[in-house]
């Protein structure tokens, strides 16, 4: 089963396909990932890719293509895909259904993570992390059990990513809106999206993906 994982940075879209792999045995394809792969194992499309990357220019949808191709004949007879960060386009929308039919596959489902965006400023923003060992925590939602001493490794630095500010996470919002808006028609069309609330509970947002791939 193939699927569109949609959702604004900080939704939990990261987690949510970490737990398909995990639960469902699907392979999350992340268009930037696959990229940096190809280029570093230095695959046919790899070094194409890497040329134009080179050059400063924007990778085509024709070598992104190539590359979903590529990661699709390696994948497992009968293992699903979770296609996040693609398609961003119309022009992709077409690339990615000739992709598929090709191959005898058939997108499932375009599921959207719904997010309230004053509460998601509010989630990001309180994000900060452990400088020596990562551990997450959160200025409401979960803080050290002893005040400036981490948990899991007792160090007491911490630091927090430069991008998560209220500025940067509206203008990610709105970015994902602009790219977001052209796609879902198509798949509306086709009675294929399907929306969850991405602020309600880890747990509960994978229940609700979960009942949809299994309805």
């Known amino acids: 089963m193939d699927i569109i994982l949609l959702g604004p940075p900080g939704a939990g879209k990261g987690t949510q396909a970490q737990r398909l792999v995990e639960r469902k045995g699907m392979r999350q394809l992340s268009t930037g990932d696959m990229l940096r792969a190809a280029v570093k194992a230095g695959t046919p499309v790899g070094l194409k890719a890497k040329a134009v990357m080179d050059r400063g220019e924007l990778v085509s949808d024709e070598i992104v293509s190539a ?3 590529e990661e699709l004949d390696a994948m497992a007879a009968g293992q699903g895909a979770i296609f996040d960060g693609y398609p961003r386009t119309a022009n992709q929308a077409a690339s990615l259904d000739a992709i598929l039919e090709k191959r ?10 719904e997010v309230n965006e004053d509460a998601l400023v509010a989630r990001i923003c309180g994000r900060y992390t452990c400088a020596n060992c990562g551990k997450g925590y959160h200025d409401t939602f979960e803080q050290p059990a002893v005040a400036g001493k981490c948990d899991k490794c007792g160090a007491h630095e911490f630091k927090r990513r430069p ?4 500025e940067t996470v509206r203008t990610r919002m709105a970015e994902y809106r602009a790219k977001t808006a052209p796609i879902l028609p198509i798949y509306e069309a086709r009675g294929i999206v399907s929306r969850v609330d991405g602020m309600a509970d880890i747990d509960d947002v994978t229940a609700s993906i979960e009942a949809t791939i299994n309805g």
């Open 67 to 69: 590359l979903i191709g």
């Open 104 to 113: 005898g596959r058939v997108l499932a489902h375009v599921i959207e993570l």
């Open 163 to 166: 991008d998560d500010n209220e």
